[in-house]
């Protein structure tokens, strides 16, 4: 039992003593006991005065006035006390009976239970051996597990399978590493896992470096097939504009016979655009696999070096890209440029289709720095080659070359803008050799020729001599043999210009510059005006010495005119220029100085020709009286001479140079005539002798009116002018008043070619001697000859007139 808490009780007040201070204390300390307060202050008051007599005193004093209040608590329960002693020994009397139950009960279960006990022992023992054979069977089963995998692994690394390898790899370290109870596995396992990867990196990364070596090889093939693509392409466009112009040229001749359509033939593989883009991409025939980079690429995902990996790639790359854009010193780069060129296009075909399925390989700004780089390369190689090239076809074969680079690679998106910037500016360079070797060319073509005309035995000799220049002045073929009228150095100079002109569109075409046919029309100026034309001067300057080369000479540089209109025409239709643009800026005939002097030439040797049979003029007898009848002899020399010259210029000589011609030489012979009788070897003049010069000029009369097939009236009249000063002079001498040509209006009208002086020499020799003032003194009575009178009328006012 709990005995009542103590009441606090206020110490009782005491009144005004000598002890009331100890009473104070006593009361305070009674106070702080009852109310279960600390009494240190007090102990420390008490020590710090130095007096605990008196406390312990005062404490004292309080135990003694307790103990009447225990005594009265105690005298308060005794009764309780008492009656639950009894109970006590009530109920241990009670426990004593229970207790002998209970050990009797103990005794039974005792013996009852003990059987079981010693089964529940056996049980509990065989649920430890069962749960301890779980878990072994569990460490065993996840052992086993991570075996599996670990061969599965080893299975996949032999058989090349990394990736998947990886993965069982990755799936032992993530899943099953931490859970693995054996620690001698776990700790082969660890060591394993650093050395799979390892030889995983090192194989994809040696199958990547073999692929590298044999990636260039398979740029090479691949360049060289982008390229052949291309220019099969332009090959077939080219053929479509040749059946386009052919179809112009049909409609220009306005044969409306003649249905012609233009049909562009389909290829057998779909228009050939499926030879690199059209195929998978494992490259198809080209072996152009991409299958090793990929796999290491995936590989070097799954190992988490993708970084480092794309900055490998491109580092590699781009020495591949340097060592391709070397230049080997030891082979010529006209026998290695298509290699070069080839490696280089291969290489940016792949780099374009890495690009694009590669899965961010490489960036788009590398490639275009590759390229970039690549370009500069190019054009300095481009730059260092050009400048040492002396000859126009190598050029042009490299031209081609990078021209088809720049349409193979234009369909990957790559600009080429710089490298048709360097082949424009070699444009000049280009033409100057191209000219040079022209040049080369036509001095042998000229050197060559034997002044002949071209004999022609087959059809397609005609074809390709005549009709591949438009040289034909019939549309109607001719019989064969066939002799033309030019030789064999009218079709070598014109295949040497047809050359020149393709070589020069070749060049200008394909190079970024549409409108090129007054660049084209330029250089063919030059090779007409300048080469050409100067060949053909020093030709007739040199070797013509001969009527027949002369004339052969003439009769080409007719057909050479022929040969420019057709030359203008076909730099138009290759340069894509309307026919009616080209011939509505056409100009003047760029061969007139060799025509001229070609022309100059002929007259000169006809003339030479012409004074050889004039010679026989000393022979005539200017002072008979009989007339020669049929003419001078000279005449009729000259005559036959004139008829033979005409029936053979005929078939070689165009009609309007053939009556040049023989104006000059009508002209020469008429002054020849003149200047005889003006010149010392005429003393005197007969009138027979001037009549028969009236028969001599009446011949030449006959034979401009025989010219029928040549001349029409007006062209004869116009011929007849050639010699109109001798024709005059006779009128004039034959007629029965000389002394009207001083009159202006009949000498304008009949006598306009004649000379003062002339008229005055040749009518001193006609006049009669014996009319002269000293012949009067002979025969005063007889009367002066009108005639002479006349004439000494006429020779007095030309003397009075000079």
């Known amino acids: 039992m709990q005995s009542p808490k ?152 032999q058989g090349g399978n990394f990736y998947v390898a990886l993965k069982c790899v990755e799936l032992i370290e993530s899943e099953f590493l931490e859970k693995t109870p054996s620690s001698t596995l776990k700790r082969m396992i660890e060591k394993r896992i650093p050395e799979i990867r390892g030889y995983v990196k090192r194989r994809v ?43 112009e040229e049909q409609s220009r001749l306005s044969l409306r016979d003649c249905v012609y359509a233009l049909n562009e033939e ?15 991409d494992d490259g ?9 980079l990929y796999r290491a690429y995936h ?24 060592s391709d854009s070397q230049v080997s010193s030891m082979t010529p780069f006209l026998e290695s440029h298509q290699t070069f060129f080839a490696q280089i296009a291969g290489f940016f075909i792949v780099e374009d289709r890495v690009l694009r399925t590669g899965g961010g390989l490489i960036s788009k700004m590398e490639v275009e720095f590759l390229w970039d780089l690549a370009v500069t390369n190019m054009c300095a190689v481009l730059e260092d080659q050009f400048s040492r090239m002396q000859t126009a076809n190598h050029l042009l074969l490299i031209k081609d070359y990078v021209s088809l680079l720049g349409v193979s690679l234009r369909r990957y998106g790559y600009t080429v803008d710089a490298l048709l910037e360097v082949l424009s500016k070699h444009r000049d360079k280009y033409h100057e050799l191209l000219l040079s070797d022209c040049r080369k060319q036509m001095a042998e073509a000229l050197s060559a020729d034997k002044f002949e005309q071209m004999l022609m035995k087959k059809e397609y000799e005609y074809s390709m001599n005549v009709l591949s220049f438009q040289l034909q002045t019939s549309d109607i073929v001719p019989a064969f043999p066939y002799i033309a009228p030019f030789s064999t150095t009218v079709p070598d100079c014109c295949r040497i210009v047809r050359s020149f002109i393709e070589d020069s569109v070749s060049f200008m075409s394909h190079g970024g510059q549409l409108d090129f046919y007054d660049v084209v029309k330029k250089y063919l100026d030059r090779l007409l005006g300048d080469v050409l034309d100067e060949a053909l001067l020093k030709l007739i300057n040199t070797s013509v010495h001969v009527v027949s080369q002369a ?36 100009r003047h005939f760029p061969l007139t100085k060799s025509q001229n002097a070609a022309e100059e030439t002929l007259s000169g040797l006809l003339k030479k020709k012409i004074d050889g049979f004039m010679i026989l003029i000393e022979n005539v007898n200017w002072t008979s009286d009989d007339v020669p009848q049929g003419g001078n002899e000279y005449m009729n020399e000259v005559i036959i001479y004139l008829e033979t010259l005409v029936s053979t210029a005929q078939q070689i000589l165009p009609a309007k140079v053939l009556k040049r011609v023989l104006h000059d030489v009508l002209a020469h012979i008429s002054e020849r005539i003149v200047g005889t009788l003006c010149g010392d070897l005429v003393k005197r003049l ?117």
């Open 284 to 292: 198809g025939l080209l072996g152009f696999d991409l299958t090793p």
């Open 6 to 157: 103590p009441r606090r009780k206020a110490g009782p007040t005491t009144t005004n003593g000598p002890d009331s201070a100890e009473k104070l204390d006593e009361l305070l300390i009674s106070s702080a006991i009852c109310n279960n307060e600390d009494l240190g202050p007090f102990v420390r008051k008490t020590f710090g005065t130095g007096k605990p007599e008196t406390l312990l005193h005062h404490l004292k004093f309080f135990a003694r006035s307790k103990e009447s209040e225990i005594e009265e608590v105690c005298k308060a329960h005794y009764q309780d006390f008492i009656h639950a002693v009894d109970d006590l020994k009530s109920l241990l009397s009670d426990v004593e009976s229970l207790k002998s139950a209970l050990s009797d009960s103990n005794s039974k279960l005792q013996s009852v239970a003990a059987p079981l006990l010693t089964s529940l022992d056996s049980l509990v023992e065989a649920g430890t051996v069962s749960k301890n054979v779980d878990l072994a069977i569990g460490a065993v089963t996840h052992c086993v597990r991570v075996m599996e995998i670990a061969s599965r692994a080893n299975r996949h690394l």
């Open 266 to 280: 389909e290829d057998d593989d779909g228009g050939g655009g499926g030879g690199i883009e059209g195929g998978s």
């Open 205 to 247: 990364s040696k199958e990547l470096g073999d692929w590298l070596v044999e990636i260039r090889v398979v740029c090479r093939n691949l360049g060289q097939l982008a390229i052949g693509e291309a220019s099969a392409a332009r090959q077939r466009e080219e053929e479509l504009r040749i059946k386009q112009r052919e179809a």
């Open 551 to 586: 004339m052969q000479v003439a009769a080409n540089m007719a057909v050479f005119e022929r040969a420019c209109d057709f030359f203008f025409r076909h730099a138009a239709q290759l340069s894509g220029v309307p026919l009616r643009m080209a011939e509505r800026g056409r």
């Open 686 to 802: 007969s009138m027979a002798a001037i009549k028969g010069l009236d028969v001599d000029i009446q011949l030449l009369d006959s034979f401009t009116e025989q010219l029928t097939s040549l001349l029409n009236d007006k062209e004869a009249r116009d011929m007849k002018t050639a010699f109109v000063e001798i024709r005059q002079m006779i009128n004039l001498l034959l007629s029965s008043h000389p002394e009207k040509f001083v009159n202006p209006v009949i000498r304008e009208r009949s006598y306009h070619a004649l000379d003062n002086r002339k008229v005055a020499t040749v009518s001193e020799k006609l006049r009669d001697p014996s009319d002269s003032i000293f012949g009067t003194f002979g025969a005063r009575g007889s009367r002066q000859n009108p005639k002479n009178k006349s004439l000494d009328t006429l020779i007095k006012r030309l003397k009075d007139v000079s």
């Open 299 to 322: 590989i070097h995902q799954t190992l988490s070096l993708e970084d480092g990996f794309k900055q490998y790639y491109f580092d590699n790359r781009e020495l591949q890209l340097k």
